[in-house]
């Protein structure tokens, strides 16, 4: 089951976004967030991003992030220092990484 998140992943709809990604994943077996309509992304929204695979690892469980990214979130992205890192098995699924290291 796929996730696809609102335009703007930013602190004005951080305590929302916050909720329906946990409810997502209280739901989910596997975790997928498609991120193709997000235009608007700032630091907040990373985190919440973050925080999701962390909740998910907590679990036991894998969240991956798909979807074509646009240009200014994939700036936004490595511009806060964390990186994207494709599934070994499908080209289509990614997480996101701080620093090179496992989030």
Request: hydrophobic share 35%.
């Amino acid at each position: 089951m796929k996730k696809d998140l609102t335009n703007s992943l930013t602190i004005e709809n951080a305590v929302a976004t916050a909720k329906e990604l946990s409810e997502y994943i209280k739901s989910a077996d596997e975790p997928v967030i498609d991120l193709s309509s997000v235009e608007k992304l700032d630091l907040a929204g990373i985190q919440l991003l973050i925080s999701a695979q962390e909740t998910v690892q907590k679990k036991k469980k894998n969240v991956f992030y798909t979807g074509t990214l646009k240009k200014n979130i994939y700036d936004r992205i490595f511009g806060c220092g964390f990186n994207i890192v494709h599934s070994p098995d499908s080209n289509e699924l990614f997480r996101i990484r701080r620093n090179s290291s496992e989030i």
